[in-house]
């Protein structure tokens, strides 16, 4: 049985690789892991995003907040 995707699945990805410069130019990246049916965007914070201290504002203040601005199906970005 294969998994649906979300129908803003696509747009987000799209959104992701948008901001995902911001995050290489630090030693950092994100990969999108899933987007629920309630708009719920899972992702991991990879290379130096992945231990730093601020990567909590990086994911709030940055990702959700980029995502939520272009997408409005975005309800919040959680970390997995």
């Known amino acids: 049985m294969s998994e649906t995707k979300s129908p803003i699945y696509d747009q987000v990805l799209a959104a992701i690789q948008q ?8 030693g950092g990246d994100v990969e999108l892991i899933n987007v629920t049916e309630d708009g719920t965007v899972q992702v991991e914070l990879q290379g130096a995003c992945k231990g730093c201290p601020m990567s909590q504002m990086t994911l709030s203040l940055g990702i959700e907040r980029y995502l939520k ?5 975005v309800s919040r970005v959680v970390q997995v």
């Open 19 to 26: 901001v995902r410069p911001a995050l290489q130019r630090d």
């Open 69 to 73: 601005e272009n997408i409005p199906e």
